[in-house]
């Protein structure tokens, strides 16, 4: 592959994984939105609340992902969901571990919901945007060797 082709690829890698940030912090903030309410105004513990707020934030980003920032389409659509639900699982135990040790352990503030939540979210970001550009959305076209 030549240099200006090297810098196309990480020219898109970089677009891709901007776009990709910008869907988690859609994701994150319909996340944040649904545990709050669900913990403040229905009075739902905070970690059955996860159960309800991950799941909807999950079904937001895929489809957010898969029509901006992943373009270009490589499996079909159920297949290519249950692929980014395998991967976001993977992501969300990670993410729902940090989150409920300190839920349940850390000292004020840690212990609140949503410092809670940015911890967890933190952790996943990085296995989630490789496991999405590798096993979900596949690699472009023109990146193939």
Do not use: H
């Amino acid at each position: 592959m030549t240099s200006a082709g090297r810098r196309l690829g990480a020219s898109t890698e970089l677009r891709q994984f901007l776009r990709f940030g910008l869907v988690g912090a859609i994701g994150f903030a319909v996340d944040a939105s649904i545990l709050t309410a669900l913990t403040r105004l229905a009075a739902i513990d905070p970690i059955s609340a996860r159960f309800v707020s991950f799941p909807t934030a999950l079904a937001l980003t895929w489809y957010l992902n898969r029509s901006w920032s992943f373009t270009g389409r490589r499996s079909t659509i159920g297949r290519e969901f249950l692929n980014y639900l395998g991967v976001q699982s993977l992501g969300f135990i990670c993410n729902f571990v940090v989150y409920t040790l300190l839920v349940l352990w850390a000292p004020w503030p840690f212990a609140m919901p949503l410092p809670a939540l940015i911890a967890g979210a933190i952790v996943g970001l990085i296995a989630n945007f490789s496991g999405m550009r590798l096993w979900v959305f596949g690699r472009d076209k023109d990146e193939m060797p």
